[in-house]
């Protein structure tokens, strides 16, 4: 009866071993390379993304996955850039990884990235439409003259600016990015 309670308890051992030793504990780093690139002017809250490991997922010692095996990850923010403010935002998360054939769930930080500020842009597009506008004018037609092409110009410089004041964030493929898990993920095999 003890032979048959110490095997039995070895067993046990054995397999809560190899059980800890197929889970991906909260805290591992996961770097990932992304298949696509990704921005906020087409991306939506929900939208799946794929990649592959750009390196080893190691755990303890031991490779539960190796480098391009495929992962999946979800937009979990995305914001369109204005015209003349407010820059693109677009935040993602990884969301499984395939480990031994098998998708795994995992739950990670999220990686975050805005597009260029556009304020000092915008200001530099309206402020050089007015200077060259009131120099225009006032060629043209003295002081009344600077004075109407200066807001001539404003509106010209304005209008530039907003024709070509959009700044998307974008996630560019084959982008390496490193997420870490939140939360303990079992995978078993």
């Known amino acids: 009866m003890l032979g048959k309670t110490i095997k039995f308890t070895s067993l046990l051992v054995l397999f809560a071993a190899l059980a800890v030793a197929q889970s991906i504990p909260a805290g591992t780093k996961i770097t990932v390379r992304c298949s696509s690139e990704l921005s906020s002017a087409t991306a939506k809250a929900g939208e799946k993304w794929d990649g592959v490991l750009a390196h080893d997922l190691k755990v ?22 204005g015209r003349l403010h407010a820059p693109g935002q677009l935040t993602v998360r990884l969301s499984s990884v395939q480990v031994d054939g098998k998708s795994i769930a995992v739950q990670s930080s999220s990686f ?64 390496v990015i490193t997420f870490t898990t939140t939360v303990a993920a079992a995978a078993k095999k």
Not at 60 to 81: E, F, I, M, Y
Not at 132 to 137: E, K, P, S, T, V
Request: glycine fraction near 24%; hydrophobic fraction near 40%; proline fraction near 1%.
């Open 60 to 81: 303890g010692g031991k490779t539960l996955a190796k480098s391009g095996d495929p992962v999946r990850g979800t937009v979990t923010s995305a914001k369109s850039s």
């Open 112 to 175: 975050h990235v805005a597009g260029k500020d556009q304020t000092k842009s915008s200001a530099i597009k309206a402020g050089g439409g007015t200077v060259a506008g009131a120099l225009i004018g006032g060629l043209a037609g003295g002081g009344k003259g600077a004075a109407i092409g200066a807001l001539a110009g404003a509106g010209a410089g304005t209008g530039l600016a907003a024709a070509t004041g959009k700044r998307e964030a974008v996630i560019k493929a084959e982008s």
